[in-house]
């Protein structure tokens, strides 16, 4: 909340400049000439209660709330009785049971002892913790507070590796919906980026037929996510699916997507990749066909190779697009359910189930306090791996610009 | 930086509305009900019946309109909307059907009468519910208006679904309009050319299953498979491994129980000798099964097995309804899910042979156990609607599952309804008008009658926190167990830890009353 909006009682003249979005230049004081009528209202503590209050508090209401009143529901426990609902307050123990409790297999993980792989991951981590924070120190730029965010993030990112490795590299270990979830989003960020761009790259050329495959790259993304999980269901359906003659004329009568829980996890990937890479390649498409030809024409006469004209000019011309892309995919990308609910039912096991789709698992089951648990966990996830994203992206792209 | 950093709450809050949204808008499988046939599957149109004597009042409720809540699949609301304009004729007054996706209902319905907006006079769902909405005081009492209602003729409705699925604790709550019991369906054809009894225990079924495996059973030139029973998560596995487990966990009739020890309410789905083969049983199922039968659901099997693929299957008595007009129309057999020559003993959680102690209900030495899964659609009356109101909503579900109209819907496959009255398995007209042959009709009603005349059906659990027991901690592990990321061991302590924790929560006594209630049990 803005200091100048909590104030109110005296009437204070308002600068048009502090409205202003940052870096914008300040505005002239014509707007309020032009609204004589307005003299009435010469205060402008009054026209600010009037038009900015309601906006103000429609949007806290919209928004704070749910935040709140979801805080409030993953610490209670709700039971029916006649004429109303009871919120038990029930402290950590949703919190508790997800991370150290009878639920952590499902959420966190199976986690045993690490194999030689996995240590070498744990060690390889300490160790790159250990560089960056002893650079920080020695940079001399940031003072004890921010050395200290410094190592308890160092911290936080080693103790992350170790549960990631006793599920991922160790005998016995099994992901549980926070890592399958995190598999879902950079896999498939990952494949999306490579194939849009590439796309994004074809379908800039001057080819034969490129407007319309420009359209049909696009179709996947105008489809409903649910009617794409369908589509894949038959997809992968080898037994009695469209493509069952393909499987049997290939010698696979007996494969299948879904008994394996790494080939379940792809078919997913598969999928949300066809929905999503679109929505890549138009943006990318975009970004390239705004760029100056001449530059990369010029460097072209100049000697240099194709890839060298993509990696010193192409690339840092487009990573700011880029990086805005992975953002918005990441933060999307974080609530997959349509794909894992609807082809696996979260299957095999709990192969395939996201953090969106336990949650919806445990609202579905009225275990609302649990739902709205794993809820905030994974807005807690978000926002860290979008703020760590976005301050690793942040160098780069300002070196560009 | 100081852009960023007031990026991160902003996006922040997004992402809590966005998952909000997410959840309360994403489709959901386990929507995959019972009632849920294929689309495919069109029975002959309905025969319009005349109005029964005994309903036709004139304008007894003339001016009154009934609001329902139902289940949209198009089935289930179906038959009430194409049967309201004849009630409205013969009663002046007007019925809403207000249909809505499978899990809303239950949600819609609960937070409907809990916050007392009582937009629904009625509600036609899940009898499995009771528990939650009979303890708050939900629904009204029906036991007076069934017993004296010519109209209903309640005794015609078999002894499970009068004492047990539309009674708890001693007093009617529901009206039942369909009948919800596994029954295996076996090809006829096969079976009987090369003279294989039916399957009777589920050792049996695994030794046809593994005979039949592999050969062509449809004629196409391809191997086919032994069985099809749906091992998909978030579907109805759950209920497949109750139906399995039933003949070893419940030996002495519905009261019984199958699901906890009625003295301590010890989980009887948990560690015991039982639970293990019944989970090594339904697994075994998959070795004679399609490859990608762990992500198939019943539509999916009976999509397999109305074109002729498998040589056996378990399913409510939907496939029965659903093969005219396909391959397996008349080469399908049904019979009462197989039983077992064991029980479970409950003091050890060892496994005892059956005797007349033991399995005081077995048919020649097999303890069957019918499971009355999910148990039906029935119909209830809001305890708080208007006087007025409750009156017609009950005569309104009175006349469907009246003999005469519901002797024909529970024929017809768009309904959804399956038999469960003794009408309905007596007269065998309604049937052939539907499609089936005599012999074919003859053989699905004997399974039913079977089923529905044995003492020892189990009755599917009904108590608090019922979708969190089965839909959540049972439906995981057993799928965990199928997709052997743990092992039956391993299966059945979650199970048990799972059911415990929940039962803990509830209250331990307070659960264990609500459970003997569900059952009739006086004590």
Redesign the interface.
Known sequence: MSPALASNGSPITLDPGELTA?GGAPRTREPRRAIPSLGALRSDGAARWLFIWPTVLFILG???F??VA?VALSLS?L???????DLTWVGFNNYQSLLFG?ERS?FLGVLKPPNPIGWAVVIASIGLMGWAWTRAVRSGRYGPFGLALRLFAGVAFVGFVWVLVQAMASEGG?PGSLIVTLIFVFAGIGLQLLLGLGLALLAVQQVPWRRFFRVVFIIPLTITP?GV?YMFLML?????GPLEPVW?ALGL???????D?WL?RAAVIIGDTWQWTPFVFIVLLAALESLDQEVREAALTDGASRWQSFRHITMPAILPVTTTIVLIRL?EG??I??MP???????????TQSM?LQ?????????LGR?AAV?YL??IL??IV??VF??LA?RPVTEVA | MSRFRTVAPAIGLVLVLAGCGTTTTSPSTAASTPASAPPAATASAPGSVAPTPAASQGDKFKGVNVNILTFNGPQVAEPLQRRAPDWEQLTGGHVNVVAVGFQTIYDKALLDASTGTNAFDAYVFNPQWLGDFTGPGYLMDLTDRVNNDPQLDWQDIGPFFRDFNATYDGKVYTIPLDGDFHMVYYRSDILEKDGVKPPATWDDYLTIAAKYNGQDLNGDGQPDYGSCIAKKKGAQSYWWIISIAGGLLQGKGTADGAFFDTTNMNPLLGQNEAMTKALETYAKTADFGPPDELNMDVGGTRGLFTTGRCALSMDWGDIGTLTPGTYAQDKTGATITPGWNQVLDRATGKLVPCDATTCPNAVDGVNYAPFASFGGWSGAVNAAAPKEQQDAAYDFLSYMSSPAISGVDVTLGKTGYNPYRTSHFENIKPWTDAGLSEAAATNYLGAIKASLQNKNMVLDMRIPQTKRYEQDVLDTAVSQYLAKELDAAGAEQAIADGWNAITDEVGKDKQLAAYVASLGVQR
């Open positions: 940052e919209l928004s704070l749910p935040l979801s426990k039971t029916f009785r006649k004429g109303g609902i009878l499902h099994r649910v999980g992968t359906d080898t037994s009695k049997v009568r007996d494969f299948t997507w879904v008994t829980p379940a933060i974080f609530k359910i349509d609910n609807i082809l696996l039912g979260g299957g095999p096991g709990t192969a969106t949650a919806y698992i445990d609202w579905n089951t009225l275990n739902s809820a994974l807005l978000v926002t979008a703020t976005v301050s942040r």
